[in-house]
């Protein structure tokens, strides 16, 4: 046992002679060599990517501390878990206004019927891959395809609850007719399908969170609509595909499922204790007087 620490302790602190090299400066080597033993130096090597001033060398910009990277991972950290319970808000709050709209509309089981789908291939698909999850959630009791037996499939305030948000977000976006998208989108003050593209923004944006992904510069792959009818539009900046855009959506959603939040509150705080540069996460100078910035 001793000599697998041994190794471990030679290979750590080849790890940290490395950092050096790059231009790190190492204030508590006994800490560092703490650190790295709990937290993969690849798992940090986002964090100090964008600090490095000479891709030819490569060396870091001149003054930068290990403990600056620690602190800026364990600030995307905590961003992480920010965005995630935000979402969790987001998401409770569609189900149930997805069970609204199909419950009053077509009964209880309103959302299994082919002929209130507007796209029958990807309504198969979505069927199929519901009766998939009923059968985890149910522990494998119901054996049988809901798609044939609606006489045992649960009802859609059941069923939903059992969706996953992937799920969800593809029944709204491809399957549900547009006329129950769009009372599901007036219930947020939205048009246009715009709810459809944010939520779908906010799934690959859970996956990468929940997945322990950087959230704090990542350029995000799939952007959420921008152009929207109402005041919110002047807070997004449409230059940026960094987090910012997904902040102003997901404190625009939570003034409206909860007024009196302090998610924007907890976000300054946030930034303000690890002082964070919000240019590279695609804040605008002027983020915090956009309309959607002034409540919470």
């Not at 987001?90 to 009964?107: H, L, N, Q």
């Not at 959630?137 to 499939?153: C, D, E, K, T």
Request: aromatic letters at 8%.
């Amino acid at each position: 046992m001793s000599r697998t620490r041994d190794r471990l302790r030679q290979k750590n602190c080849a790890q940290l002679d490395s950092l050096e090299e790059l231009g790190l400066l190492i204030d508590d080597r006994a800490k560092a060599l703490e650190i790295i033993q709990h937290l993969n130096i690849y798992r940090l090597k986002p964090y100090w990517t964008p600090l490095i001033v000479d891709q030819a060398s490569p060396k870091v910009r001149t003054g930068t501390k290990f403990s600056s990277v620690v602190s800026l991972y364990e600030f995307d950290r905590l961003l992480r878990i920010m965005v995630l319970e935000c979402i969790e808000r987001v998401e409770v709050s569609i189900r149930s206004t997805f069970i609204d709209a199909i419950s009053t509309t077509f009964g209880s089981h309103g959302h299994y019927d082919l002929a209130h789908a507007r796209n029958a291939e990807v309504f198969a698909d979505i069927i199929g891959r519901h009766d998939r999850e009923l059968q985890r959630s149910r522990n494998g009791l119901l054996q049988i395809p809901i798609r044939n037996n609606l006489h045992i499939a649960p009802p859609v305030w059941e069923s939903c609850e059992m969706m996953s948000f992937g799920t969800l977000t593809k029944w709204i976006k491809c399957v549900l007719k547009w006329s129950l998208v769009n009372n599901i989108e007036s219930i947020y003050d939205l048009q246009g399908s715009v709810l459809v593209s944010w939520l779908h923004h906010l799934n690959v944006t859970r996956n990468v969170a929940a997945h322990h992904g950087r959230l704090w510069n990542r350029s995000m792959t799939i952007l959420p609509k921008m152009r929207v009818h109402n005041a919110i539009r002047y807070s997004f900046e449409t230059s940026t595909r960094k987090i910012y855009n997904t902040l102003v959506i997901l404190q625009y959603l939570r003034n409206i499922i909860e007024p009196d939040h302090r998610w924007k509150t907890d976000l300054v705080n946030l930034i303000d204790r690890y002082d964070i540069d919000t240019a590279l996460m695609g804040f605008p100078k002027d983020w915090q007087d956009r309309e959607v910035w002034r409540r919470g």
